[in-house]
């Protein structure tokens, strides 16, 4: 939609956008939008959208706009698999839902891929929807990318270091973000040294991250501790 100034993108099969808002017919009952789905598609599994929708309990016969923020977003994911996409593009798809239901639709997600091949490229400010989901993280700020890797190598990468109060840590490695108190510092560290190595520094430990320490160390250290 926004002509890009460099660059390529190459995709075989089919490509499903679900924008942020959910973009649904709101007087359209839940089975019309399936009707829908399936007449505006050169390629439609009815029983692929169907039994998203029953594995949540939506109604069939509800108006979309009687259904709950989390309804809809279910409805919304429902034709955008009925589509069969080789690829979806899903901004922000898990904003209307409840923890618990956040990590079920996760799941069916990664359920899809392995059985269909699709792939999947997710756009979220909720670290926490990325934690055992993604195979690779690109990670922007001010418009710029400033972290790209496979996430597990990402993961293995850093670390966090705490010990006494300090301007460096006593390892090798690039630091992300600091934060020091009166007597002790804390720092985050990109680097090869593996959480299991000791530091031959007394007080000093090392202890492994998640995906979300490392995001928020990047994030914090680019735009600033306060955010945009």
């Known amino acids: 939609m926004v002509r890009p100034t460099a660059g390529e993108y190459r995709v075989g099969g089919r490509v499903v956008l679900l924008a942020q808002d959910k973009p649904l017919y709101r007087t359209f009952r839940v089975a019309d939008m399936l009707n829908f ?17 029953e594995r949540f309990g939506v109604p069939l ?26 690829l979806l593009l899903l901004d922000e798809p898990l904003a209307n839902l409840d923890p618990v239901a956040r ?8 359920g899809e891929v392995a059985e269909t ?25 001010n418009g710029r990318s400033i972290l790209d890797g496979d996430t597990e190598d ?8 705490t010990g006494p109060r300090a301007d460096r840590p006593p390892l090798d490695g690039e630091v992300v973000h600091a934060t020091h108190t009166a007597r ?6 990109r680097g090869l040294l593996g959480p299991a190595t000791p530091l031959d520094a ?12 490392v995001v928020l160390a990047h994030l914090k250290t680019s735009i600033g501790e306060t955010g945009l």
């Open 37 to 53: 789905g399936r007449h505006t598609n050169l390629v439609w599994d009815q029983q692929r959208a169907l039994g998203w929708l």
């Open 61 to 86: 016969d509800r108006r979309c706009d009687k259904l709950s923020g989390g309804q809809q977003a279910q409805v919304a994911l429902a034709v955008a698999l009925g589509a069969c996409p080789s």
């Open 103 to 110: 990590k079920a639709v996760t799941g069916e997600l990664l």
């Open 117 to 141: 091949g699709m792939t999947v490229l997710l756009s979220t400010h909720v670290v926490a929807e990325l934690a055992g989901v993604g195979d690779h993280l690109l990670l922007l700020a």
């Open 154 to 161: 990402l993961l293995a990468q850093h670390l966090r270091v």
């Open 184 to 189: 002790q510092s804390t720092f985050t560290v």
């Open 202 to 213: 007394p007080g000093w430990t090392v202890h492994p991250v998640t995906l979300e320490d």
